[in-house]
């Protein structure tokens, strides 16, 4: 991954967030705060207002420069979890230039944030799959968005969502769909 791919991963992601605002925020309505569109449209935005600004020359900084902005323009419990995917992205990437490692690691400090695992409703059910999609090489858009979905059959355990047992049913994460944003425009920016 070069740091113009990063950069145009980035934005990729910032205008499909943008675009679906409302939707994700519809998503976080039912079991949630209402909000995470709102919070991640603002988030993302700033993130790519300081990257213009301040136009980091290397993947490293750049991601790092997205982790602080996140941590600290997206509110809500988003903000600290992708900025902490974000941080761990950074940190890896000054040893490694493979994407997966560099992926795994972002997970690896969500979870370590945000104490979750796999199959729990929560932004680790997009993660996770998609990381071992890239690692067997079979990683398609397609594929992404059926993790994000998936996470409708699941009974929240974790978040907010989990104050509502079963009612949390038949539901998409909202993280979980913001990390499928995540991951189709990385696709599309070519990132592998």
């Not at 675009?19 to 991640?40: C, F, R, V, W």
């Not at 059926?146 to 059959?153: G, L």
Request: net charge negative; no cysteine; glycine share 10%.
């Amino acid at each position: 991954m070069t740091n113009e791919q990063l950069k145009q991963w980035l934005q990729l992601f910032t205008d499909k967030v943008v675009e679906n605002k409302q939707y994700l925020s519809d998503l976080d309505t039912p079991i949630g705060d209402g909000d995470h569109g709102a919070n991640m449209a603002r988030g993302t935005t700033e993130m790519m207002k300081a990257i213009e600004e301040k136009n980091p020359e290397t993947v490293t900084d750049t991601l790092k420069l997205s982790a602080m902005t996140l941590i600290s323009k997206v509110g809500g419990a988003s903000g600290p979890l992708y900025g902490s995917a974000f941080m761990g992205m950074t940190k890896a990437s000054m040893k490694t230039e493979d994407l997966v490692e560099i992926l795994e690691a972002g997970l690896a400090d969500i979870q370590k944030r945000g104490k979750a695992e796999i199959g729990e409703k929560t932004m680790v059910d997009t993660w996770a799959p998609t990381i071992e999609g890239l690692k067997n090489n079979e990683l398609t858009i397609e594929k992404v968005q059926s993790f994000s979905e998936a996470t409708k059959d699941i009974k929240a355990s974790k978040g907010r969502a989990s104050y509502l047992g079963e009612r949390s049913l038949g539901h998409i994460d909202p993280g979980s769909m913001s990390s499928a944003y995540l991951f189709e425009t990385m696709i599309k920016a070519g990132v592998k």
